[in-house]
Every structure is written in structure tokens, then in C-alpha cells.
């Protein structure tokens, strides 16, 4: 009897997930149904497989999604997180097994009674970040903790960047997810993390100032800047008696100090629209958080406002994105200076179709063994293929159809809402994982302890 896989969504994450289903659609029985509000935009893609229907669904038309989600056994959903409640109701309502690469929402939360009524496994964040992070990081540390040992310290780093053969521009750096994330990163409050025993903050406007190095080996150095709080997943990970505790999003070494710039501009700000910006040149917008002169240039005011030297490669890179042209013209109109700015970057900072990117994430972890200080460094590194074949759609897409098929063969049971940080869950994603290239590399070095630094020149 086949099994019917839903997956609500098919955004550019989900190249792999599809094909690892649909290559696995034989010897496991599977039917998989895509629905997606423009079936137009994916269909053409996709081979033309006998296991696999492609569906107009509009999330927000009841009637469709019902009908979808009743028919099927299994539903993944691969929307934007804010509209995977909608989905889960009805998953409760029709009693199927749901799996997002999402992060938990309160809304999610207050089904968990439900789904435990039921026999449901309602699995979240079992991506790349979240996902691999905690199951990678509760493997590392189960295994010191089996053996007696003592953790003093857990720093965790992950970045979307683009691969070193593709890596053309001098910010090292292009759109490998959502645009709108990465511009609006750090926002909504301070940074919050513990540092050898004590709290921490980083406001906003010092976030990108205050970053630690490392050196993953063979591709470089790389900074992190901390993710707004540290401290989510503490006693989830059984840290609750960690002396350090800091994650934290990657970069190339120098994204950070640049980055600052439009900081402290105010160009990431999504607080309130700028009037007429439809048909502005990226000259006006950057004069618009500038003082008023009747003589000095753009150019001028913004080296002198910001500090920059003339021979600074900072002034390269805002030269790089033409940020003093005329020629280009904002497309949006009344839009927030955050938006304009995700514009402007889109149009230098987009994949090109041969394009690779390059997923790194890094573990470091202090502990205490027999009275010895110890130090785990655990690194993996993912390059992608193409813009739709990327590491980014191959670390989200692979482990949460790993899940999924695991959750169909009754391998993973415990029902409820949950993330993936039991042994039963990430043992066999994580081995799974190595046959598609995903793996970690770890090592035993000196014990350093917490490396956190002030860039503030």
C-alpha cells in the first residue's frame, strides 16, 4: 500500500528533499504530492516521475488544504514559519504526522497535549539551523557526558556563504537564503549569551563590532557575531550549569566591520517607510541618513560620518554595490529603508545560475574529564552544486526527509511536539547524513577557553 507524503511549499529548499523521495519512492512505497500556490514555477524541474503529483495549493483556501492534508499519511511542510499553524491544525484535525525544518512557535507548542493524545509526532527544526546544529551538538555531547565528562564551555557558529570559486565580490558574501533575514539579522533585542559564568549583552548597535575568529581548516579564517540569545536552547541541551554558552551566525573575516556601516546609518532599520522612495537612486537614498551640506558631496559626508578612510577596502565595497550611482533606481515605493537596502544588495549579491554557495557550521566544546581540561573542535563544510541545487536546500532538504521516512517506519515514535535532540532522532539522521557528504570533522585540541573579541577599531 503506498504511503502518501505531503509537502506543503516547494521554495528553494526543497530540490533535494524532493529527489530524495522521490529516489526512495519505490523501495519504500512512496506517493509524493507537492502543493504549492504557483505549481507553474516547479513542475518544469521535476522529472516527469509516476510517484509524484504536482497540485495548485493555496494555504490560505480551507477547502484545499484540508482536502490535501486528510489524503495524505504524512505531511512536510517547507512554508515560511509563520504559516505552518495552519497546516498543524489541520494535521491534528485529520490525525497525520507532521514535520517542518522550522523553528517551534508558541502556536506549535500549544498542540503538543494534542498530538500526545493522538500519537503524533509533530517534529520542528530538523534542518540546518535549527537542525543539524542540535543534532550534531547533542551527539558531541552525549558522548562526553557517557563518559563521565564535565562541560565547561559550548560555542556553536553556522553560515550560508558562497563557495570559494564563486566567491566574486568583496564582501565574500552573497544570498544563499533569505534576503530578509540576513538584513534584519540581530534585530529585536540585545544579544544575550554567558561567558565564563556571567551573563553577557550586546546590544544592536554593537552586535557586528563584537565578533570571535576561527580557522576552519582548509578554507580559512571566518568571525562570528552572536545570535540574539544564546541561551534558548540551554536546558534543552542540558547546559544549565555551563560556565560558557555563545552561538552564533559565520562569516567571512571583514563581513562584520562593513556590515556595521549600514548599522549605524540606520539603512537596516524596519520601523517606518520612506516617503516617495519609488524611482529614488541609490545615491539619494544613501544621502537621506546623512547630514545636510550645501557643498561637501556624498561621498565626503559619508567617509567623514563614518570614519572611513578614502584607501579603506570598506569604501570599496559600498563603491562595489554602486551606492553612489544615479543610474539605479529604488523599484519600491514607501518602503522601509531595511527593504530598500535588501534590495540593493539583491542585485549584486544574488546567485548566479552555475553559482556555488558553502554551508560551514563549527562546534567547540570545553570539558573536564578526570580532572583534565579538554577541547572538541568539530567542523562541517557542505558546497553546493548549482543556484537550485545549493548546500543550503541540501543541509535543510535531506535531514528533514530523513526524518520524515524515519517517522513512516515507526523508527522515530515518541509523539508530540519536539525537536530533534534525543538519540532515537538524530543517531540515524546523522548517519544518514554521511552518505550525502554531510559530516563532521572533529578533533582533540588544547583547551583555549572562551575567545570572544572587540573589533571596535
Not at 55 to 80: C, G, H, W, Y
Not at 210 to 230: K, L
Request: glycine share 6%; with cysteine; charged share 25%.
Amino acid at each position: 500500500m503506498l504511503r502518501k507524503i505531503l509537502i506543503v511549499g516547494a521554495g528553494k529548499s526543497t530540490s533535494y528533499l524532493i529527489d530524495y523521495f522521490l529516489e526512495k519512492s519505490e523501495s519504500e512505497k512512496l506517493h509524493i504530492t507537492i502543493g504549492d500556490i504557483n505549481p507553474k514555477a516547479i513542475s518544469d524541474r521535476l522529472p516527469n516521475h509516476p510517484a509524484c503529483t504536482i497540485v495548485k495549493l493555496d494555504v490560505f483556501n480551507d477547502e484545499e488544504r484540508q482536502k490535501a492534508i486528510s489524503a495524505s499519511t504524512i505531511v512536510v511542510s517547507m512554508l515560511p514559519a509563520r504559516f505552518h499553524f495552519l497546516v498543524a491544525k489541520d494535521s491534528i484535525t485529520y490525525a497525520k504526522h507532521l514535520i517542518t525544518a522550522s523553528y517551534v512557535s508558541d502556536e506549535i507548542k500549544s498542540l503538543d497535549k494534542q498530538a500526545k493524545e493522538k500519537g503524533l509526532v509533530f517534529m520542528n527544526e530538523v534542518g540546518l539551523d535549527p537542525g543539524i546544529d542540535h543534532m550534531s551538538a547533542m551527539h558531541l555531547l552525549d558522548n562526553i557526558r557517557d563518559k563521565g565528562g564535565k562541560i565547561l564551555l559550548f560555542e556553536s557558529f553556522t553560515g550560508g556563504l558562497v563557495a570559494p570559486e564563486s566567491d566574486t565580490n568583496l564582501w565574500n558574501y552573497k544570498f544563499t537564503w533569505n534576503p530578509r533575514n540576513v538584513v534584519l539579522a540581530g534585530q529585536g533585542g540585545a544579544a544575550k549569551f554567558i561567558q565564563e559564568g556571567t551573563y553577557k549583552y550586546i546590544p544592536y548597535h554593537k552586535l557586528f563590532r563584537r565578533t570571535e575568529f576561527f580557522t576552519v581548516p582548509g578554507y580559512g579564517q571566518f568571525e562570528g557575531y552572536a545570535n540574539r540569545d544564546s541561551l534558548n536552547y540551554r536546558e534543552a541541551y542540558g547546559l544549565k550549569d555551563v560556565l560558557t554558552l555563545y552561538r552564533g551566525t559565520l562569516r567571512k573575516v571583514g563581513f562584520s566591520k562593513a556590515w556595521d556601516m549600514f548599522v549605524q546609518l540606520g539603512m537596516t532599520d524596519d520601523t517606518y517607510t520612506i516617503e516617495n522612495s519609488l524611482g529614488m537612486n541609490y545615491r539619494e537614498f544613501v544621502n537621506l541618513f546623512l547630514p545636510y551640506s550645501p557643498t561637501d558631496s556624498v561621498e565626503l559626508k559619508l567617509r567623514y560620518y563614518l570614519n572611513i578612510e578614502q584607501d579603506d577596502i570598506i569604501w570599496s565595497k559600498l563603491v562595489e554595490l554602486n551606492l553612489f550611482d544615479t543610474n539605479n533606481k529604488i523599484t519600491l515605493d514607501n518602503a522601509t529603508p531595511a527593504q530598500i537596502l535588501q534590495e540593493i544588495l539583491e542585485n549584486s549579491w544574488s546567485l548566479s545560475e552555475e553559482d556555488k554557495d558553502m554551508i560551514i557550521m563549527y562546534h567547540k566544546i570545553g570539558y573536564e574529564l578526570d580532572g583534565v581540561k579538554h577541547q572538541i573542535d568539530a567542523n562541517m563544510v557542505v558546497l553546493g552544486e548549482n543556484k537550485n541545487y545549493t548546500a543550503m536546500a541540501k543541509t535543510v532538504g535531506l535531514p528533514t526527509a530523513i526524518a520524515t521516512l524515519l517517522v513512516l517506519n515507526k523508527k522515530i515514535t515518541t509523539p508530540g511536539v519536539q525537536i530533534p535532540l534525543k538519540k532515537e532522532v538524530y543517531t540515524p539522521i546523522l548517519k544518514e547524513l554521511e552518505n550525502y557528504g554531510i559530516l563532521f570533522n572533529e578533533q582533540e585540541v588544547p583547551y583555549v577557553g572562551y575567545n570572544l573579541k572587540s573589533t571596535t577599531s
